[in-house]
């Protein structure tokens, strides 16, 4: 009896697979030690940079760097951005993953561009877009100013740019889960009388919750170290619209470098707890998937 396809091209893969794996024990540490060289130079060396400059004259100049009242509002303002940029990227990206992963519709190609294009232009050329949109010699200007509206320049200028280029983050995370997933869970909850807002609640976010929550953790990193867009449409104004990254260069510009890197290292704490909580999701969606297939 002849072997099946399926038998004869399982034979044929076996080469392969063990080819993959076969290289010599000193192949494997040399990569290994250009992997850990490159991460030591270009990741762990300037971290430890950064701590080593803002802790130089020691930790009571560090916390007077950063509770000094320009430093202090630059804070509260990144965190307050972030506050507004998150959730409305959070509401748009369900809402466009559903969108493009669920239906079929006209412009649906466009629509998916449109949401990569922060990711193929500049942040700088992002806020000049709102600098012709809400400048004072753009078409929307005067009448702003008619009527006491300050955009740029001002909390609502850098929420918008920071917005533009944070949204795309969330979306890009739910769009091929969702479209994996396919949409047999809602047809059937629908079938069996459940609501639109119920089978959303009870079908749809719980099949995308790590996604979502990793989507959300990228989107906050990124709008909290944001420092292109937002140094276009800020103005620069210190202890008003000047966030953490603008206060780091100004700071630096001064030759204030124990300030400027104990700001800095604010900052990489909290990259770093966000890379923390985005390896510890990433652990909790891989077990719950290796759950869910052995059932």
């Not at 202090?72 to 506050?83: E, G, M, P």
Request: include cysteine.
């Amino acid at each position: 009896m002849a072997p099946s396809p399926v038998k004869v091209r399982r034979r044929a893969a076996r080469p392969l697979a063990a080819n993959a794996i076969t290289e010599s024990r000193s192949a494997r540490y040399a990569l290994l030690a250009i992997a850990f060289a490159f991460l030591a130079l270009f990741l762990v060396l300037p971290l430890v940079t950064v701590f080593i400059e803002a802790f130089r004259k020691g930790a009571a100049e560090y916390v007077a760097s950063l509770i000094e009242p320009d430093a202090w509002a630059a804070i509260r303002l990144t965190l307050l951005v972030a506050s507004i940029a998150v959730p409305l990227n959070l509401v748009f990206g369900i809402a466009a993953a559903w969108a493009i992963a669920k239906f079929e519709f006209k412009g649906k190609a466009f629509l998916t561009t449109l949401i990569d294009l922060p990711f193929s232009i500049s942040p700088v050329i992002s806020g000049l877009v709102f600098v012709l949109l809400f400048g004072s010699h753009s078409l929307l200007g005067p009448w702003l100013k008619s009527h006491g509206i300050e955009v740029l320049f001002a909390v609502p200028g850098i929420v918008l740019a920071t917005i533009f280029v944070t949204f795309p983050f969330v979306a890009r995370e739910l769009i091929p889960l969702m479209q994996e997933q396919g949409t047999g869970d809602e047809e059937a909850a629908l079938s069996l009388g459940a609501s639109g807002w119920q089978t959303f609640r009870y079908v749809t976010l719980p099949n995308i919750k790590w996604g979502l929550l990793y989507g959300t953790l990228l989107c906050n990193a990124r709008a909290m170290g944001e420092f292109g867009a937002v140094s276009v449409v800020s103005g620069h104004i210190r202890g008003l619209t000047n966030t953490m990254p603008l206060h780091v260069e100004i700071l630096y510009n001064e030759y204030n470098f124990v300030a400027a890197f104990a700001v800095a290292s604010l900052l990489a704490l909290l990259a770093l707890v966000t890379l923390l909580l985005k390896s510890l999701l990433e652990m909790r969606y891989s077990t719950e998937l290796a759950a869910n297939n052995g059932h």
